[in-house]
């Protein structure tokens, strides 16, 4: 019978890095630790679990079989240890991913009285505006804006964030304001991630709609960058009201076109464990859905 669970856990985190430093690095150990810590587990069982080369670390066939087996099973006994502790405090280590506006603007923010509640929980947040390999970097849940990909996950609606298209008031002064959504094709556009949806530039009024398919004269890979762009005087772009609220509210950006309707964005939370997700994803999550209803802010502009 195996008595080290931390054992195991190491294991399944080699095996989806596929790396002993990268692995060594998350736990605080040694690589030769950890190599040692996966040799006696692999003779404990009596099975090569893990093929090792100079180029990379690859689970063998016993040892992809074991990683399915043992990762649904290290989830359900965080979940069982956190159903009996009376107080419901969380403990060990919550991954969260998220794009970078919405991380920093609006989950942060709202997660503190979360935190708070939950001393012994570490919350680490990875903030990036491109896709990931969820499972590989054991996050726990992600949250995603827009259209999610087709897959096995479980993913649960958070909220609908209005999208606006915004300029700054330097560039309006320079290039006047578009009228109608027509008009912006003969303006400078300004690209980020959250522009390059294909609802982005889709407009409605009174029942009638209308697309606008317009090419970016500067763009850049994260929405804050696009927000940056737009403040200096780059051009238009076309992001959700809560990543600019602030430059709104200051008079950085001015919002165009404010008569026609723009679809919403829609903000999931991504469970890449399915049904075993951990305990303290599921609460986080639960914690910001009750937060942005109760926030009248999150109301569309």
């Keep these: ?31 030769s630790q950890a190599s040692r810590i996966v040799a006696d587990l692999e003779t404990e069982l009596g099975v090569r679990l893990l093929s090792r080369t100079t180029r990379a670390v690859v689970p063998t066939e016993a040892g992809g079989e074991f990683l399915a087996r043992i990762e649904p099973i290290m989830a359900a006994l965080d979940e069982a240890e956190h159903s009996i502790r009376e107080s419901g405090e969380l403990r060990g280590l919550l991954r969260m991913s998220m794009p970078t506006s919405f991380g920093i603007r609006d989950v942060i923010p709202r997660l503190a009285s ?39 996950a479980t993913a649960k609606l958070i909220a609908m964030i209005p999208r606006v298209i915004v300029a700054s008031p330097d560039y ?41 398919r317009l090419e970016p004269h500067f763009s850049t890979d994260e929405n804050e960058g696009a927000i940056a762009a737009a403040v200096a005087g780059f051009g238009i772009t076309s992001t959700s009201g809560w990543a600019c609220r602030r430059e709104l ?19 999931h939370a991504y469970f890449p464990m399915g049904r075993t997700t951990r305990a303290a994803a599921r609460a986080a999550i639960d914690h910001l859905v009750a937060t942005f209803r109760q926030d009248s802010s999150n109301e569309p502009m």
Excluded: C
């Excluded at 309006?172 to 556009?189: F, K, N």
């Design 172 to 212: 309006l002064a320079r290039h006047g304001a578009p009228e109608t959504p027509d008009e912006l094709v003969r303006h400078r556009i300004v690209g980020g991630s959250a522009a390059a949806v294909p609802t982005a530039w889709r407009f409605e009024r009174n029942g009638e709609e209308t697309a606008i």
């Design 114 to 152: 979360f935190a708070e509640r939950h001393p012994h929980l570490h919350i680490q947040l990875q903030l990036a505006d491109r896709r990931q390999d969820l499972v590989r970097d054991a996050v726990d849940v992600a949250i995603r804006l827009g259209r999610l990909p087709d897959s096995t």
């Design 249 to 267: 509210e200051a008079g950085a950006l001015v919002r165009l076109l404010p008569e026609w309707t723009l679809a919403g964005i829609p903000v």
């Design 1 to 31: 019978m195996i008595k080290d669970n931390f054992a195991l856990r190491l294991y399944t985190r080699v095996a989806r890095l596929g790396s002993f430093s990268a692995a060594a690095r998350e736990t605080g150990l040694s690589q």
